[in-house]
């Protein structure tokens, strides 16, 4: 069976999960943290990503990049609240696509969430000593496709197939209800870094289905230090009202300086903070109180409570109908929202997984599923928002209505306006508002080969279909000539097909580099074993070779020893050939032949 | 495809908005409903009784934007014509002024239902 | 291979009723789900993968449409009027000048965001939405024993035409 690893993709954090023996768990290196912060940073010599970006960011303001997440397919209109926020620059590309400049040179989102999950990939291939070709990735339910669409480029990218793009609620509800195996409405309140959303799913049998779901893609923890550093912000500028503190060092402290507070503030009333002011000699000392800190935040909490208010009246229950509420992202850590959800909803949520790691590990979940490892449960998935068309006058009719399971088809009729038309543009859009430029422009697609006819005359049915992926195909056929047009969707949105293979060519020589590690890493873990051979048939070695046979044996796994502490796999391919000659003679007996069989496996693995 | 301005604004700027007082003389009032969708259309037209012909007429439409430009056309339309001519305005043609897809064209039987009730609840009045 | 002109109730197993056991309805659908969603056939053959795809489109469409009573009407409607000729606009006497009527007030408490007047229109309406929804039943019952009943499909059409009118104004209530 094929690994299917969950991956959560978040603003602020990434991990990957898989499900093991045991059971469902996040994939852990010995000795490093399971989280890899969603922080990456240019350096001379490549890309750092996560923790090293991290320590990196004070030192290199300009190249590092946070929250790549809250602009993977949008446009520079989408994003004109937060990109005054930003400490880096966003420019305009085409068709709406925004670049992200660092340097001189210009990076897509979708190539710089690659980074992250390429090093996700890696983690786990060097955990699980596999190669890891698919994943489950999570994304906020209230992403369109635009956006989902984005995200599985970035995995195109970093070398992985999206086997499934999963709701980031749904894969917390399927981590608690498989837990808990209870019947019953869940609530999902998910409030991220960078986004909120309020899911309700229903458990019943074996078959979790969403049943409403509602957000905001430009609302999370962020918001909350934004408006902390603000307030810093004004604070210091009572006291040095010269000091502007627009640059990027200086938002990049005092982002730094936000979190830290809210940090405190989970388990303390008062804080108190000491930050260095960049390009003076001068340090400011501060206090936060929580009191402060929870009259800030509370007009966001109301909002997501909104949200609440919104989803149960589409779901139709009401508030005490939920029989579990279940809590996901870092922000559910802050007391002041804890208890805002439990007086909404009137009871405690549960919070028996880590918060941090229970989409990652309901990702994991479905992977398995995805692979065929299990049939114990389904997850029935629902498009967000409404998919159409435009008419005209820029009104937006709905072909596919928003909250439909998927996979669902419909399809809708078409005609020419102009006598002998033989072709028709749709321009394809979804969004719950009556006009288009309330809308998400998705691409558009042409209809060709309609025969000439009067106008009015042809019926073209155009059909549109969205898989259980969440993927919308178009097609279409004339039904008076039972002729079928052809179609050709042109995104207004993401990355053309001739884009995507630009990309992937450029990153030829990463992937190459990719490779090697990949190589390197499965080849360190064949010398171990190798040595640990050498090690158990040493006393045979003794009675059966001369002691410059076994000096030059023990030359040699020195000289392997090396090459693992290098960075090129071919030379220490080369290495363990040699070391293998060597060894041939111990082959001869029982213990030998182990070594042997590792050995042929190695040089199999190397003609793969 | 490339529509006239004067058909888009329809859709953007609709024409006539508003309502005529309905007991005043010489006025005629259509009040129309679409089962499909239930959208509520009211046009209301004023006559010169002297030589029968509409020289005002106003709408207004709880429906979707197709529903709001068909009226809006319609009332356009029957400024200026006999209430005869007016009779015999067809659905066909609002929707190939309007290049209303098929899924919209009751928005458009919608308008002819309602100039022609209007005409009748005009001939009605005056006739009693 | 289904056939695609195959009822929603044939489909679901469930004889052509108005009145339908909704546990059951239930049960059937997560029973089939379980059996024919594409997630289950990742690793299958494309033409099963096909065949997953196309009956759980299929079973979505007849579960979402059976499921409530008012689609379910509709949809049951569609098949009852087959050929039987009913005015299609029937409304109740003065009934059009109402709605119109609760259309201009509702944009009047929607400029002035008066939510005490939403709220209490939008109990109204989904009173008498649920009133229209009682009928539904005894209606389609006496059907059952003589189906060529024209009166009592016009009824029946009548009373879905005045819910798709309410249903319009509740909408609109709630998209704000």
């Known amino acids: ?608 | 495809m490339a529509y006239s301005d004067k058909v888009i604004d329809h859709y953007k700027d609709p024409r006539n908005v508003g309502s005529l007082d309905k007991n005043e003389k010489n006025t005629g009032t259509g009040l129309v409903g679409a089962p499909e969708c239930g959208d509520v259309m009211k046009l209301q037209i004023q006559v010169n009784p002297d030589n029968n012909q509409i020289v005002d007429a106003k709408f207004k439409t709880f429906g979707c934007g197709s529903a709001i430009a068909s009226s809006s056309l319609a009332t356009e339309w029957v400024k200026g014509k006999s209430i005869d001519e007016a009779m015999s305005i067809k659905n066909t043609e609002i929707v190939e002024e309007l290049s209303l897809p098929p899924v919209k064209i009751h928005c458009s039987v919608l308008a002819e239902d309602a100039i022609k009730a209007a005409i009748s609840d005009y001939k009605k009045r005056s006739e009693g | 291979m289904i056939s695609d002109d195959i009822d929603h109730f044939e489909l679901m197993g469930l004889p052509q009723s108005f009145e339908i056991d909704s546990e059951k309805l239930e049960d059937l659908y997560q029973n089939l789900s379980l059996e024919m969603h594409p997630d289950f056939y990742g690793t299958s053959t494309k033409e099963k993968k096909i065949l997953s795809e196309k009956s759980s489109v299929m079973l979505n469409a007849a579960y979402s449409t059976l499921r409530e009573p008012v689609s379910r009407a509709r949809y049951l409607m569609s098949i009852l009027t087959r050929g039987v000729s009913l005015k299609k606009d029937d409304l109740p006497e003065d009934f059009l000048q109402e709605m119109f009527s609760l259309q201009e007030s509702l944009d009047e408490m929607l400029e002035s965001c008066d939510q005490s007047a939403l709220c209490k229109m939008n109990e109204d309406l989904l009173k008498r939405s649920n009133l229209i929804q009682s009928n539904f039943a005894s209606l389609f019952k006496k059907l059952e024993t003589s189906p060529e009943n024209t009166e009592t499909l016009q009824q029946l059409q009548k009373h879905l035409n005045t819910e798709r009118y309410l249903r319009r104004l509740l909408d609109r209530i709630n998209s704000k």
């Open chain 1, 1 to 608: 069976m094929e690994r299917i690893i969950g991956i959560d993709l978040g603003t602020t954090n990434s991990l990957g999960a898989t499900v093991y023996e045991e059971g469902p768990e996040v994939i852990e290196a010995s000795g490093e943290s399971t989280i890899t912060p969603s922080v990456l940073s240019l350096t001379d010599k490549g890309w750092l990503v996560g923790e090293e970006a991290l320590n990196d960011s004070i030192s290199n303001p300009d190249k590092t990049i946070f929250s790549v997440k809250r602009l993977m397919g949008r446009s520079l209109k989408d994003l004109e609240n937060i990109i005054n926020e930003l400490p880096y620059k966003i420019i305009e590309g085409q068709r709406q696509l925004i670049k992200i400049k660092i340097g001189e040179k210009e990076y897509t989102p979708q190539e710089l969430s690659a980074e992250i999950l390429k090093k996700i990939k890696m983690n786990a291939e060097s955990v699980l000593g596999e190669t890891i070709k698919k994943a489950v990735i999570t994304v906020p339910a209230y992403f369109d496709d635009a956006q989902r669409q984005a995200t599985r480029d970035a995995a195109r990218f970093a070398g992985m197939e999206v086997a499934r793009i999963i709701n980031e609620p749904t894969a917390a509800a399927i981590a608690y209800g498989l837990d808990e195996k209870k019947d019953g409405y869940i609530a999902v309140y998910d409030l991220g870094g960078g986004t909120f959303d309020i899911s309700i799913l229903k458990l019943s049998g074996k078959i979790f289905k969403v049943i409403a779901t509602h957000g905001n893609t430009q609302l999370g923890g962020d918001d909350f230090d934004s408006l902390v550093a603000n307030e810093i912000k004004k604070l210091i500028q009572k006291t040095h009202p010269k000091l502007k503190l627009n640059d990027p060092e200086s938002k990049q402290i005092l982002k730094k300086t936000a979190e830290s507070i809210k940090k405190e503030l989970s388990s303390s009333t008062e804080t108190s903070y000491s930050m260095k002011l960049p390009h003076t000699e001068l340090t400011f000392d501060g206090n936060f109180k929580l009191e402060e800190f929870e009259n800030l935040i509370d007009p966001m909490i109301e909002q997501t409570l909104e949200s609440c208010s919104y989803v149960l009246r589409e779901a139709n229950l009401a508030a005490d109908k939920i029989n579990d509420v279940v809590l996901v992202g870092g922000s559910t850590i802050i007391p002041k929202v804890r208890k805002r959800i439990e007086s909404f909803f009137q009871k405690p949520p549960h919070v028996a997984i880590d918060p941090y790691k229970v989409v990652a590990m309901g990702a994991g979940i479905q992977g398995h599923l995805l692979a065929g490892g299990r049939r114990d449960f389904l997850l029935l998935d629902v498009i967000p928002l409404a998919l159409g068309i435009e008419t005209l006058g820029g009104t937006f009719s709905k072909i596919i209505t928003g909250n439909t399971t998927i996979p669902a088809e419909e399809s809708e009729t078409f005609t020419t306006n102009v006598d002998n038309q033989t072709s028709i543009e749709v321009n394809i859009y979804q969004g719950e508002r009556e006009l288009i430029k309330h809308c998400r422009a998705l691409g558009q697609f042409k209809l060709r080969g309609i025969p000439p006819m009067k106008s009015g005359y042809p019926l073209v049915q155009v059909q549109f279909r969205v898989d259980a992926n969440g993927i919308l195909t178009v097609t279409a056929n004339e039904k008076r000539s039972g002729e079928k047009a052809e179609i050709e969707v042109i995104p207004f949105h993401g990355l053309t097909q001739f884009e995507i293979e630009n990309i992937i060519e450029a990153s030829y020589e990463n992937a190459v580099d990719d490779f090697n590690q990949r190589q390197l890493i499965e080849f360190c873990q064949t010398a171990e074993r190798i040595f640990r051979g050498i090690e158990q048939t040493w006393e045979v070695a003794e009675n059966t070779l001369s002691k410059d046979d076994r000096d030059e044996i023990l030359k040699q796994v020195e000289s392997v020893r090396q090459s693992m502490q290098g960075h090129d796999a071919q030379v220490l391919k080369t290495e363990l050939d040699v070391l293998g000659n060597l060894t041939r003679p111990l082959a001869d007996n029982a213990m030998g032949k182990t070594i042997l069989t590792e050995l042929k496996d190695n040089e199999n693995m190397i003609r793969k």
